[in-house]
Structures are given as C-alpha cells and as structure tokens.
C-alpha cells in the first residue's frame, strides 16, 4: 500500500483519467463484463462523504430491465411534448438548474447546447430533432449499461454533495479502464415512473442517471469537448 504522504507513483495517469474524462452520447453495443462494472463501482464506493455517511445507491440496469424502463420512459417524454399542459405530472426531486438563469452561465449553456446541435446538423429551431436528440438520453445513449443513482429522502441537501463526487469518482474509474459515461439531469422528471420498475422504496429520490460503456469512436457527437474556464476566472486568493 502506498505510504499516505507519498506521491501517487504514477500521476499522468490520474491526470489523463481527469482530462480524458468527457460526456459521451453515442455508445457501441458491446457488452461491458460484470466483474468490471462491479470493479468500478467499488472504487467509486471509496468517494468521500460527510461524516462518512456514504449516502448514495446505485441500480444497474442492463439487458430486459433496461430496455423496459428506456421504452416507458420515452413514451412518457413523447407525451409530455405533445401535452405540455402535462407537466405537473413529471416533477423532478430537486431543482437541479435555476429557475430564472443569469450570466454567465445562460452563456456557457448555450454554447454548449449549440455546439452539440451543431455537430449533429440541427439547426435552431428544429423542435422536433432537438426532440429526438434529447429523447437519446433515455435509451443511455446507446450505452449497454444504465445507472440511476438515488438517495433516502431523509438526507440533508449536503448529501448531493457527496453523491456528486461518488459519481465523479466513478466516471474517473470507468475512464481509466477505457470506458465511456455521460451523467444524466434528464432522468429527472422522470422519477414516479423509473422508481418503481427499478424497485427503490418510496424513501428514495432521484439524483440523477449515468450511461456507461464503450464510446462510439465514428459518431461525430463524441468528438464534442466543451471548453473549461481558465483558472483566473474561478479562482480568488485570499491572502
């Protein structure tokens, strides 16, 4: 074991972890082996947490499950844009965007949104693509593997905190051993009807779902990388 105040012997390979960690949306079917989810889901379980509560659980979804909850899920989506007087029905757990958005983040939301369309050819005001693109998260993208992340009801609003960094734990994990994710907000709404097929108790509230496998290497969606800010711009020092 590596003495704790030793650096870790290899730290390009943390860094190429982090830095080659990027959403993907389009997946290759091939089949991701079970010890290796199991794998990556154990390392993600040593992610920090308050007081050590290790808040977050985990369904993994895969095969006959996953088809069924990605087929009523897309029904559901389909619905409410026909219907949008439906949407009280599809209420998310939590406010995961604003209500009312500023700068400069309405900004860097629209640039990445457009980046995205823009790659796949949908020009603004193209509802009914910007429909079937977003309606792709619901099929994880294509990913063979499906994750949903909750958590009890009873919890604190810190405990997205650590739900936050279990899942970048995960996806750093899953990237260092040449797999692809793409973390998830549109599950959301989604919750009254995601919840009970994958058999969590009315205790538990949506966090968010995660796709996971093999990156489409010819889908030209997956050659999108959205800009980071530099460090002047998050950073202050107090000194």
Request: overall charge neutral; glycine content about 8%; charged content about 20%.
């Amino acid at each position: 074991m590596t003495e704790p105040t030793a650096p870790i012997p290899d730290p390009d390979s943390v860094d190429a972890a982090i830095g080659g960690r990027h959403s993907v949306r389009a997946f290759l079917p091939t089949p991701v082996p079970r010890p290796l989810i199991e794998q990556v889901l154990r390392l993600a379980g040593q992610a920090p947490s308050g007081n050590n509560v290790q808040p977050w659980k985990v369904y993994v979804l895969q095969g006959a499950k996953r088809d069924e909850l990605a087929r009523q899920v897309s029904a559901a989506y389909d619905l409410l844009g026909e219907h949008p007087e439906l949407e009280t029905k599809f209420r998310s757990d939590y406010n995961y965007y604003p209500r009312h958005w500023v700068e400069p983040y309405q900004g860097r939301r629209r640039q990445s949104g457009w980046s995205l369309y823009g790659l796949l050819g949908i020009a603004k005001g193209d509802k009914a693509r910007m429909h079937e693109q977003h309606r792709q998260n619901f099929n994880f993208f294509g990913a063979p593997v499906g994750l949903l992340l909750t958590l009890d009801r009873v919890m604190g609003e810190g405990s997205l905190i650590d739900c936050g960094m279990f899942l970048q734990t995960l996806m750093l994990a899953a990237r260092a051993r040449g797999l692809h994710t793409c973390a998830q907000a549109a599950w959301l709404p989604y919750s009254s009807i995601a919840l009970p097929l994958i058999g969590a108790s009315a205790e538990e509230m949506l966090v968010c779902g995660l796709a996971l496998g093999y990156a489409d290497p010819a889908a030209p969606i997956n050659t999108q990388r959205t800009p980071r800010e530099p460090l002047e711009a998050f950073t202050h020092w107090v000194e």
